[in-house]
C-alpha cells in the first residue's frame, strides 16, 4: 500500500534559475570537470548495450547527460525541474552536435510511463528533494525490469581536506572556489538522507547502486 510522503526539510539555497542557473552552469563547466563529467559518462555506461535508454534526473546543465550521448551508441534524456537548465541543456546539446531529450518536470512526478529506461542515474541532486522516497518510487517505477539506477551524492564522511582537493581540482576562480567551498562544506553536515549501504565513489561523493530484478513490478509500497 502507497503512503504520503511529508515534505522534509532541506537546506534552502537560490532558486536555479535564471542568473543563478546561468552562473551554476559556468562554474561547472570548466574543462576538468567536464572531462571528469565525459570519464564518468564511460564508466557508467561500460556495460549498456546499444540503444539502451538512458535517464539522468536533476540534471542541471546536463553535462553528464551531454558526454554519454557523445557516445554516440545511447538513447539519452535528461530531466530537470529548472527551465533554465533543460534551456542551458538543450542549447549546449545542440552546440555539441548531440542528440539528448531535455525535459521539465520533478523527480517527484516524472513525465514518463513505466519502464521506459534501461539504466537512470540521478548526481549532486538527491540532498535537494523534498520527498526523496517518491522520488525513490518514480526511479523505479520507470526503471525497466533488469536495469540498473545509480545515485551519487555528498558523503557525510567527507573531509575538509577532500572537499579542499575537490574544489581545488575544478579550476575555478578565487570567488567561485570560495563560494563552492563553503556550500559543500554546509552540506556536508547538513541533514540528508541515508542508505542503508554505499560505497565511496570520487572524493567526497557516496554512490548508492540499485537493480530492479527482472520480472518485478513497477509499483513501489
Known sequence: MQ???????????PEMEGSI?????????????IEDYRNQAVQLTAGLPDGARVLEVASGPGYLSIEMARLRRLDVTALDISHTFVEIGSNSAR???????FQQGDAAKMPFEADSFDFI?????????????????????????????????MSH?????????????????????????????????????????????????????????????????
Open 3 to 13: 503512503t504520503t510522503e511529508t515534505r522534509r526539510w532541506r537546506l534552502k539555497g
Open 21 to 33: 542557473a546561468r552562473w551554476y552552469a559556468r562554474v561547472r563547466g570548466s574543462k576538468s570537470q
Open 95 to 101: 552546440r555539441e552536435g548531440v542528440s539528448v531529450d
Open 121 to 153: 542515474v540521478c548526481q549532486a541532486a538527491f540532498k535537494n528533494f523534498t520527498l526523496p522516497r517518491t522520488a525513490l518510487g518514480e526511479i523505479h517505477r520507470v526503471l525497466r525490469s533488469g536495469g540498473t539506477a545509480v545515485i551519487q551524492d
Open 157 to 221: 564522511d567527507a573531509t575538509q581536506v577532500a572537499i579542499e582537493e575537490e574544489v581545488k581540482g575544478m579550476d575555478l576562480g578565487r570567488l567561485s572556489a570560495f563560494m563552492t567551498k563553503a556550500t559543500l562544506e554546509r552540506l556536508a553536515t547538513a541533514r540528508t538522507p541515508r542508505f542503508s549501504s554505499s560505497f565511496s565513489s570520487r572524493r567526497v561523493l557516496s554512490r548508492h547502486v540499485r537493480s530492479r530484478p527482472r520480472g518485478s513490478a513497477s509499483k513501489c509500497a
